[in-house]
Structure formats: C-alpha cells, structure tokens
C-alpha cells in the first residue's frame, strides 16, 4: 500500500511562507489525482489545492494567488508552496492520492501549519 509523509509544517508570522512536502512510496504517475487538503480545529476537512491526471490543477478560492501546487516524478513528491500565510491558513495539512476517478484514496499522517505573530 503507497505510503505518503508529509513535510515542512511549522509556525511561521501572518506574511510569511512555508514549503510543504509528500513524499510518495511509489511512482507518482500511477495516480489519478493528487493533492492537499486541510483541517482546522472545530472545522471539517477541506480541499486546498489538487492536480489531476493531464496536468488539470484545482486551487480552493481562499489560497488562489498565494499557494502553488507541484510535483516531482522523479522524487516520487508533491509539494505546496504557501505565500502570505494568514491565520485562519492555520490548520493540519494532509496529503491526499487517489489513485482511479473512482479510488481508493490514500492519506498522509498530516503536517501541522500554525500561522501566528
């Protein structure tokens, strides 16, 4: 079964950026669709960023313009960079594969983002 581990959470100041990191332990290209997801205290999950089979990328409207998703099949990784952090971006920050339109998905253990002066 692939195993993902994210990377890179932290606290940073409002303005301020983080690089997260999933490392996959399987090739990348074999997926249907990848991405990161996120979950507040008291809040239901919810998508952040996602790209799809063909190159086709997502971006929840909240972090259009600040995060960019990527990825490297040579790493077997997806990363997403986050720009001009604000509080309510704090939250745990999991990666997510699906593997067919249909799944199953896969999940990372999650990375914790606190943005806070």
């Known amino acids: 079964q692939v195993q993902l581990v994210e990377s890179g959470g932290g606290l940073v100041q409002p303005g301020g950026s983080l690089r997260l990191s999933c490392a996959a332990s399987?090739?990348?290209?074999?997926?249907?669709?990848m991405g990161w997801y996120r979950q507040a205290p008291g809040k239901q999950r919810e998508l952040v960023a996602k790209?799809?089979?063909?190159?086709?990328?997502e971006y929840k409207d909240p972090v259009k313009d600040r995060f960019t998703i990527s990825t490297d099949n040579n790493k077997n990784a997806v990363y997403l960079q986050m720009n001009s952090l604000k509080p309510e971006d704090t939250a745990v920050y999991y990666c997510k594969f699906r593997r067919n339109s249909y799944g199953p998905d896969y999940w990372g253990q999650g990375t914790q983002v606190t943005v806070s002066s």
């Open positions: 790209i799809m089979r063909g190159g086709i990328i």
């Open positions: 399987e090739n990348i290209s074999r997926f249907f669709a």
